[in-house]
């Protein structure tokens, strides 16, 4: 179930990188509405759901610049344990295909005026943060832009990337995996980014935990990143009530259930897409109770203050919850 309203888009082009249907291959999708018309605005570290086949949809992060309105561009990294998604996308689309996504929604922001910033991507992850790259280049901000990949031949958007950062003069610090397998080297970009550089990571599980076992001592607030797979399973305890405030609908979730799953056998929909708890679409403004957090969209902050929680993974602390539904 999308929840914004929907654009019809077209491939006008796909690009492919690496060895088509391999571990690593990507699809790069340049998607323009079927209207002609310009598509909504959105800001860097925004992404997009995607109908990949019926009751299938994925979210894919913008990649190109924000200032482009005539058309979104997302990558595709092909998923070996993939039946259903990036798997269909690599098998049966084609350039002219008609593909129907949501309107932009961001939870991955870029802090425009941040003295400094710094980018770090792993693998497919590149695609929010090339997004932002491009952004900071349009705003004439500092930064500095480290890339990790399994091969430079399977790196998405690899020349793209050298050739826009080389146009402001800033360096493409890449490490490549068959080359020298020790990764990124995630402290030393931390001890020696300036004291107040805002930072921005997505990639693999893996890369982000470093990351944040690396950022440790960086401020509040200054240490950003995307996952792309939920990190906590949900909470499926249940033994609490909940209360929709719009309808006074009050329902109970039993054992084994979420919310979203509990409401959805009342025949309460509410709008959802990845319901693992990375994209936002299940936003809920808590009134009453306090929320068992299980997403990794709300910041540590948000998430202490209570004041929403994502209905689709998140459960209850409190025998009562009313939400703003
Ligand atoms: S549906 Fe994606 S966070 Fe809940």
């Given at each position: 179930?999308?929840?914004?309203?929907?654009?019809?888009?077209?491939?006008?082009?796909?690009?492919?990188?690496?060895?088509?249907?391999?571990?690593?291959?990507?699809?790069?999708?340049?998607?323009?509405?079927?209207?002609?018309?310009?598509?909504?605005?959105f800001e860097a570290g925004?992404?997009?759901?995607?109908?990949?086949?019926?009751?299938?949809?994925?979210?894919?992060?913008?990649?190109n610049a924000p200032s482009?309105?005539?058309?979104?561009?997302?990558?595709?990294?092909?998923?070996?344990?993939?039946?259903?998604?990036?798997?269909?996308?690599?098998?049966?689309?084609?350039?002219?295909?008609?593909?129907?996504?949501?309107?932009?929604?961001?939870?991955?922001?870029l802090?425009e005026?941040?003295?400094?910033s710094?980018?770090?991507?792993?693998?497919?992850?590149?695609?929010?943060?090339w997004s932002m790259a491009q952004r900071l280049i349009a705003l004439?901000r500092?930064f500095?832009?480290?890339?990790?990949?399994?091969?430079?031949?399977?790196?998405?958007?690899?020349?793209?990337?050298?050739?826009?950062?080389?146009?402001?003069?800033?360096?493409?610090?890449?490490?490549?995996?068959?080359?020298?397998?020790?990764?990124?080297?995630?402290?030393?970009?931390?001890?020696?980014?300036?004291?107040?550089?805002?930072?921005?990571?997505?990639?693999?599980?893996?890369?982000?935990?470093?990351?944040?076992?690396?950022?440790?001592?960086?401020?509040?607030?200054?240490?950003?990143?995307?996952?792309?797979?939920?990190?906590?399973?949900?909470?499926?305890?249940?033994?609490?009530?909940?209360?929709?405030?719009?309808?006074?609908?009050?329902?109970?979730?039993?054992?084994?259930?979420?919310?979203?799953?509990?409401?959805?056998?009342?025949?309460?929909?509410?709008?959802?897409?990845?319901?693992?708890?990375?994209?936002?679409?299940?936003?809920?403004?808590?009134?009453?109770?306090?929320?068992?957090?299980?997403?990794?969209?709300?910041?540590?902050?948000?998430?202490?203050?209570?004041?929403?929680?994502?209905?689709?993974?998140?459960?209850?602390?409190?025998?009562?919850?009313?939400?703003?539904?």
């Amino acid at each position: 179930m999308m929840t914004d309203s929907t654009l019809r888009t077209r491939i006008h082009r796909m690009t492919q990188v690496g060895v088509p249907g391999t571990p690593g291959a990507v699809r790069i999708l340049d998607l323009r509405q079927e209207n002609g018309r310009d598509l909504p605005e959105f800001e860097a570290g925004a992404h997009v759901d995607l109908v990949v086949s019926d009751g299938v949809i994925r979210q894919y992060s913008l990649l190109n610049a924000p200032s482009e309105r005539h058309r979104y561009v997302v990558a595709i990294a092909l998923d070996p344990a993939s039946r259903g998604g990036s798997r269909h996308l690599h098998d049966w689309v084609e350039e002219g295909d008609v593909l129907v996504i949501g309107t932009p929604r961001c939870h991955f922001h870029l802090v425009e005026d941040a003295p400094y910033s710094v980018l770090v991507a792993g693998g497919i992850g590149v695609t929010p943060i090339w997004s932002m790259a491009q952004r900071l280049i349009a705003l004439g901000r500092p930064f500095e832009f480290h890339f990790g990949a399994r091969s430079a031949a399977t790196a998405p958007l690899l020349a793209e990337i050298a050739a826009g950062l080389a146009t402001v003069g800033v360096a493409l610090h890449t490490v490549f995996a068959d080359e020298d397998d020790r990764g990124l080297d995630l402290a030393g970009i931390v001890a020696r980014a300036p004291v107040d550089a805002h930072f921005y990571a997505c990639g693999p599980s893996g890369m982000l935990d470093a990351y944040l076992a690396a950022g440790q001592g960086v401020a509040e607030g200054r240490l950003h990143y995307e996952r792309f797979a939920g990190t906590s399973a949900a909470a499926t305890d249940g033994g609490f009530e909940v209360e929709l405030a719009r309808t006074g609908g009050r329902y109970t979730v039993e054992p084994g259930q979420t919310i979203l799953e509990a409401l959805k056998l009342h025949g309460i929909n509410v709008p959802h897409s990845c319901a693992e708890g990375i994209c936002g679409a299940c936003e809920a403004r808590v009134i009453s109770g306090i929320p068992d957090h299980r997403d990794d969209v709300l910041s540590d902050a948000e998430k202490a203050s209570n004041a929403s929680m994502m209905v689709c993974c998140s459960g209850s602390r409190s025998p009562m919850l009313v939400l703003d539904l």
